[in-house]
């Protein structure tokens, strides 16, 4: 009706008026922060948690994701891996060998997870080959040598140089044995990686288990998390029809992953609607306060021929302007907060203890985007404007004669 | 037909906790154009009441009211609210005004609700609130005015849309005797000079005086009817 009127009917009080912008403009901060932080986060997880070993793609014949077996490979591996190299942006590729073996020591033997690596591609793959803490990554592609998890060495007691005792089962179903010399341990900062890993060169690996010049996975890494689909179909399609192969994004290949982000997305969201529905109620309440006591002057306005749908939106005005107010505030202040930390980095005590576990750094950048930044202000708004219609809808049926008798 | 305001049968029962209260019993009346009526009689008699039926505020128990020849219990809720915007006005005892608008600003309420442009509100604005004697006082809010300034600026927002009556129940209740009478000689200035019809009530002798003709009630009935010169 009048956006002056709705103004300054705002300020009738001005220190509840305060009060309610400030409690709009907080959870607006409150929420922009935890949101923007919530996806910062999960970008590291996923980037990290990929980074370490599993990449985003993974070449794999087709039935190995269901039930990987030895036999289940990807015929010239290295072959394929060195046409991704010319064809594909980004290049970053890498063959490995899966398999498993008993990993024995002169005094413990345990159960490993033993993989056939190119010394030269896999880093540009996987972090470990930059997370060894002592001694050397592999460098020939065909010596008898191994880098293993500092948790697997600690429980094997093994020492830098001395020899691990590998014996499994080649892809033929042969006897697979081999004896290895440890030249370096890694802590990939993935606690289930250290615990089981054992790389070997790719070269000897095929040759231990037999395997020809097959794998069981040519890892990709370093695609735009955007073009991750795009990039799938473009190699699918490079790979051609019956290639023997498919190519599997990181939401197959580590399905709990995606799983924990989707989990953890939901409790975020129960949190932030129960938040912004308490403060939703909290206005509600001071609005219509602030509504009744006005009740003699709608009385007034309807006298003077103000229809209820005229006054109905001038409340709908006075709470669209106190809310608008309210996210403003929230939203500079918010995002000034964000900024600071999209700079600095958001850490907190325990988080370097929490994300070593599970291979993400130390401090979170948070994301800015339009939706991160928006979701909170628009939901907030959507969620007041419902919550005065009650009050704009109460006008309708105010009898004039006992508006104007009211005090 | 030239009447203003025709009432038949007018009744108002009101249901107090299973005790039945008759406001109004029967009321006839019909109020001729450019009448300056007075509502007089003792508290509880139903001055208010019968004003509020005519305004459209309220809804009659039986009986009709005709304003302007159109009938009342037949017109919608929005039917009412443009009857109430262009054809009548109202004054009351105190509080009439709106706190946050300025004097001006009131008297243009009613302008803008019938859709005038703002310079032509504040045109017309200006002027009447000059003809309530009010000039320099116009962007005052009502907290900074008087009673009896607040008064004179609802009598100018009643006025300023040219209704054809204006009903004012008690407009003086609030007021000192000499700001009463400068008041009533405003409404019936008004009445002479706009032509308007004028209906309100009051306790006050001196008020009564100032009328044109004198509605006696009496436990919701009219007790007295009689023209003054
Ligand atoms: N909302 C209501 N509910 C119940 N009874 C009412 C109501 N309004 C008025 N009455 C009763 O109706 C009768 C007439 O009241 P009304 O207000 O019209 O009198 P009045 O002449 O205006 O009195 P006063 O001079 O005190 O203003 C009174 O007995 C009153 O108690
Ligand atoms: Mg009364």
Same mark, same amino acid.
């Given at each position: ?5 709705? !103004?300054?009917?705002? !300020? ?32 590291? !997880? ?18 190995? %994701? ?99 005792? =590998? ?82 994004? !990181? ?23 129960? %938040? ?50 309210? =996210? ?80 | ?229």
């Amino acid at each position: 009706m009048n956006p002056r009127l709705a !103004w300054r009917n705002l !300020w009738r009080h001005p220190r509840r008026t305060w009060l309610t912008v400030a409690a709009i403009a907080f959870s607006t901060v409150l929420l922009i922060f935890s949101i923007t932080l919530q996806f910062g986060s999960y970008d590291i !997880w996923i980037d990290h948690a990929l980074g370490v070993y599993h990449g985003q793609l993974q070449i794999q014949h087709p039935d190995y %994701l269901d039930k990987p077996q030895m036999r289940k490979t990807v015929a010239n591996a290295t072959g394929v891996a060195a046409k991704l190299r010319r064809d594909v942006d980004p290049r970053k590729v890498a063959v490995r060998g899966i398999g498993f073996a008993l990993a024995s020591s002169q005094e413990r033997s345990y159960g490993a997870q033993v993989i056939g690596v190119e010394p030269g591609y896999e880093p540009e793959v996987s972090t470990i080959p930059n997370v060894i803490r002592d001694g050397r990554f592999l460098a020939d592609p065909d010596a008898a040598e191994a880098v293993i998890g500092a948790t697997l060495a600690r429980n094997l007691k093994l020492a830098l140089g001395d020899e691990l005792t =590998l014996l499994g089962a080649g892809r033929d179903g042969s006897v697979a044995a081999t004896v290895v010399q440890v030249v370096g341990f890694f802590e990939s900062g993935m606690a289930e990686l250290d615990r089981v890993l054992v790389e070997i060169p790719l070269g000897h690996f095929q040759e231990v288990f037999t395997m020809g010049d097959a794998a069981h996975a040519i890892v990709i890494a370093g695609i735009d998390r955007s073009e991750l689909d795009v990039q799938r179909d473009q190699i699918t399609t490079l790979l051609g029809a019956d290639a023997g192969a498919r190519v599997r994004t !990181w939401e197959e290949t580590l399905p709990g992953l995606k799983q924990a982000i989707q989990f953890d997305m939901l409790q975020g969201w129960v949190l932030y609607v129960s %938040l912004i529905v308490v403060v939703t109620f909290s206005i509600l309440n001071t609005f219509l306060m602030a509504v009744l006591e006005r009740t003699r002057e709608f009385g007034i306005m309807l006298a003077l021929g103000a229809s209820p749908a005229r006054i109905g939106a001038l409340i709908m005005q006075e709470s669209l302007l106190l809310t608008l107010v309210g =996210l403003s505030i929230g939203v500079l202040v918010g995002l000034g907060i964000t900024i600071y930390f999209y700079i600095n980095g958001f850490t907190y005590p325990g988080l370097e203890e929490y994300g070593a576990e599970f291979g993400f750094p130390a401090s979170i950048t948070p994301e800015i985007s339009f939706f991160s930044i928006g979701l909170a202000p628009l939901a907030i708004l959507v969620f007041t404007l419902v919550a005065a219609l009650y009050p704009a809808l109460r006008i309708f049926g105010l009898r004039p004669v006992e508006a104007i008798h009211a005090v | 037909m030239d009447d203003t305001v025709v009432c038949r049968a007018l009744t108002k029962v009101y249901q107090e906790d299973s005790v039945a209260v008759h406001a109004l019993r029967g009321i006839d009346l019909v109020v001729p154009r450019h009448d300056f009526l007075c509502l007089s009689g003792p508290s509880g008699s139903g001055k208010s009441t019968l004003l509020n039926l005519i305004g459209g505020l309220d809804s009659p128990s039986a009986g009709e009211v005709r304003v302007d020849g159109l009938k009342l219990a037949e017109m919608n809720r929005s039917e009412l609210a443009q009857l109430r915007l262009h054809r009548l006005g109202f004054v009351f005892q105190s509080y009439n005004l709106i706190p946050v608008l300025s004097a001006i600003e009131n008297v243009e309420f009613v302008l803008q609700l019938q859709g005038m442009s703002f310079t032509q509100r504040r045109r017309k604005a200006r002027a009447i609130l000059a003809e309530v004697d009010l000039q320099g006082l116009e962007h005052r809010r009502p907290g900074e005015l008087s009673g009896g300034q607040q008064q004179r600026v609802a009598v100018a927002r009643a006025i300023v849309s040219e209704p054809s009556l204006v009903l004012a129940d008690e407009p003086t209740a609030n007021l000192d005797s000499v700001t009463a009478e400068n008041l009533m000689a405003l409404l019936r200035h008004m009445n002479e000079e706009h032509g308007v019809t004028f209906i309100f009530s009051t306790h006050d002798k001196l008020v009564m005086d100032y009328s044109r003709r004198l509605i006696k009630l009496h436990d919701g009935e009219i007790a007295a009817d009689e023209r003054r010169t």
